[in-house]
């Protein structure tokens, strides 16, 4: 909306719109012109108003990429810093070594601040005349780190915003969605509570309340979300089991041709359109089988499949008209539905830790109004029992504070291991490759394999 309200009042300034996950492309086109043509009858100028991704590259224009080209300086691929801990911000760490930046945009807004690493931030600002830089990040979706970097720490000592909002509403999910997807990501009714946010101002920042008790140690806490920071007009007709729903299934067969069948009764009976609905998988082992016998299904039917994981690798278009989308948690960052389905929870919870259940909590809160889970086998059964506990203290997050010894037990496993940090960036670097990158990468790295045989 900022974005979009810059361009009417400043219809010729250029302004450069950022974020990290491809897929948004289409998201953020069709929200910008939708609060621009609250004020206007016709779309926005695009050669003004330039939707980037961060990265970018010959074939598709992208931040760091232009920001090499205005500066000189030869951009780096992906394949030229693949083997790096954080290959994006190597890439940018390398272009800030060169020196100057041009101030090239009167405007740059970076979207999905929390996914990116501080050096990217840092060009942003050197790209913005008279450093008009608006950044935006959800903190509890990188997800519930246990410290936010302070803007000193990013920009440098002496550094101030001009301003700093706090956005306590959420209006994307139902307020039901929400509190339980808090309380997986949090584990509080699991074995233990696996992070935790550290002092009441933290929790009003993310739209809570402290009802009852402190947050000191062992003292029992009731921690209420007001239904005025989840606006959603579905919480006024619907149960909480019309909106959450959750299934342990006997066999990944079962998993599939139940969703299917419920995908089909959002759209014959419900009345949903078929581009309303998003179906993620956790299990990024089997997603390919998965989605492969559910767009079969759902063809049977005469319902198409936008299949992100299969055959469509250009990651733009994260929504086509009359088909589902089919999508991993780390393509659907950012991106959401009215009827959102997760496969495959077992796998997150066989071993729940600090990472698998920020991975159920981004999928979780990608609904706008329905969710169902599904899950096989005694995994399910642990993120079921957890979720109906969950149901069962809504509005509500019910716990014991945890003590000293806990907190640091959690910071301790906040802070990953090397190889974590890498599998994890490798995951999120894959989902933004295309076709041709990904093969490049291979093949660079089938040629060192066999040049270290050869030794």
């Not at 492969?292 to 499949?305: C, K, M, N, P, Q």
Request: with cysteine; hydrophobic share 35%.
């Amino acid at each position: 909306m900022k974005a979009a309200l810059t361009h009417l009042q400043y219809p010729d300034a250029t302004i450069v719109y950022t974020f990290y996950t491809r897929s948004l492309y289409q998201h953020v086109r069709r929200l910008i012109t939708r609060f621009y043509r609250q004020f206007d009858d016709k779309d926005p100028d695009w050669s003004q108003i330039r939707v980037m991704h961060a990265w970018g590259g010959k074939s598709k224009p992208g931040v760091y990429y232009e920001a090499c080209r205005m500066s000189g300086v030869p951009p780096l691929t992906y394949s030229q810093v693949q083997d790096t801990a954080s290959p994006f911000d190597t890439a940018c760490q390398d272009l800030e070594s060169y020196g100057k930046i041009p101030q090239a945009f009167d405007y740059v807004f970076v979207d999905e601040g929390q996914d990116f690493p501080a050096s990217f931030l840092r060009i942003c600002l050197k790209l913005a005349k008279q450093q008009k830089l608006v950044y935006a990040y959800d903190e509890l979706q990188n997800i519930f780190q246990a410290e936010i970097p302070s803007v000193e720490s990013v920009f440098g000592q002496g550094f101030r915003l001009e301003e700093d909002v706090v956005l306590k509403k959420c209006y994307r999910n139902p307020r039901e969605v929400l509190v339980c997807a808090h309380a997986i990501g949090f584990g509080i009714y699991g074995d233990k509570i696996v992070q935790m946010l550290e002092n009441e101002g933290h929790w009003k920042d993310v739209g809570y309340d402290i009802a009852e008790g402190t947050l000191r140690p062992g003292e029992t806490v009731r921690i209420l979300r007001p239904e005025e920071n989840s606006p959603s007009s579905i919480s006024q007709t619907q149960s909480m089991d019309q909106i959450i729903s959750a299934h342990r299934m006997s066999s990944a067969t079962d998993e599939v041709r139940f969703v299917a069948k419920s995908v089909l009764n959002d759209i014959k009976t419900e009345g949903l359109k078929a581009e309303d609905i998003v179906v993620l998988c956790a299990d990024d082992r089997y997603a390919r089988s998965y989605f492969g016998s559910l767009v079969s299904l759902l063809a049977s039917e005469g319902i198409s499949s936008n299949n992100l994981s299969g055959d469509s690798m250009s990651g733009d278009v994260f929504t086509r008209d009359n088909a589902v989308t089919l999508t991993s948690v780390h393509r659907a960052k950012g991106n959401e539905g009215y009827s959102v389905y997760v496969m495959g929870v077992d796998a997150l919870f066989r071993r729940p830790t600090v990472r698998t259940r920020n991975l159920a909590f981004t999928a979780m809160t990608r609904a706008k109004a329905w969710l169902t889970v599904t899950g096989v086998g005694e995994a399910a059964a642990t993120f079921i029992q957890e979720l109906d506990a969950a149901k069962a203290k809504f509005p509500y997050l019910e716990f014991e504070y945890p003590g000293p010894e806990d907190l640091r037990v959690m910071k301790r496993d906040l802070e990953e291991s090397a190889g974590q940090r890498l599998q994890d960036a490798l995951e999120d670097v894959i989902d933004e490759l295309d076709e041709e990158e990904i093969r490049a990468a291979i093949d660079r790295i089938s040629e060192k394999r066999k040049k270290s045989f050869k030794k």
